[in-house]
């Protein structure tokens, strides 16, 4: 299955067209498959199980991509092989990496199934809009031990490229779920005994520290907001709990992928092997 391809524009490329183009990229992949750029995405695309479509690399890159994983051999992955002019004209850009994926995407749970399933941490995205922050956040919740992604309906993909690439591949290990009805699909997770702990900067809102140290509850979800604007005012309604992470008052707030990783650090002590 290594096909040497001498065209840009030949039909066996198209997964793999406009790359940068992120509403582009959307319709074309919509929920169907996905994209994986370099060695450690490729690699966490076989060892989560997502069904690798194809892979396309230049002809240096070869031998090191069928040496990692035989897998690839084994499954009869088509490889098409590209020289680097050309996978640029294909992909939009210089892949400097020389090698990039395309997999199915798996059927997307609901809310409803991540609240039925035996989740007990769990991260909730609301309107980030940069795929390197979720790819961050995602790969901090695969690192400390969270077990599912829910994303509200104005949550960037997290099967993004560059989501998949920055979360080190890590976000395929995660069961990714995207509401439909929000905010009320904070009160299905209600409903299933979670506690919605809402993250803001805010000097009223409780002390992580102080709310932890009470005792953590046995289902918890962690709502996150965007870069600037924060969680909106219904969510933070809805939410159970406003939290802050007490921080030096002359600076204004955290990044939220560090804000991410410090709160499920502290909430996902019980987990801790």
Partial sequence: ????????HDARLDDYALL?????????????????????????????GHRLRSIVVTPSRVERLLDGRPEIEKRDIPVFVVDRALLADTVGFDLHRGVVASADRRPVP????????????????????????????????????????ILDPTCTDAYSRRTVRVSMGEVLHLPVSRATNWPDDLHVLHSAGFETWAMTPAEDAYNLWALTSRGLPERLAVVLGAEGPGLDALTMIAATHRVQIPIHPDVDSLNVGHAAAITFAAVCRSNAT
């Fill in 20 to 48: 940068k183009n992120q509403a582009a990229r959307r319709e074309r992949e919509g929920d169907e498959y996905f994209i994986a750029e370099g060695y450690v995405s490729i690699d966490r695309v076989i060892d989560s």
């Fill in 1 to 8: 299955m290594i096909i040497p391809v001498d065209d840009a």
């Fill in 110 to 149: 609901t809310v409803a199934d991540i609240a039925s399933s035996d989740a007990r941490r769990v991260a909730v995205l609301v309107g980030l809009n940069d795929a390197e922050n979720v790819g961050v956040i995602a790969r901090a919740a695969r690192a400390l031990q969270l077990d599912a992604i």
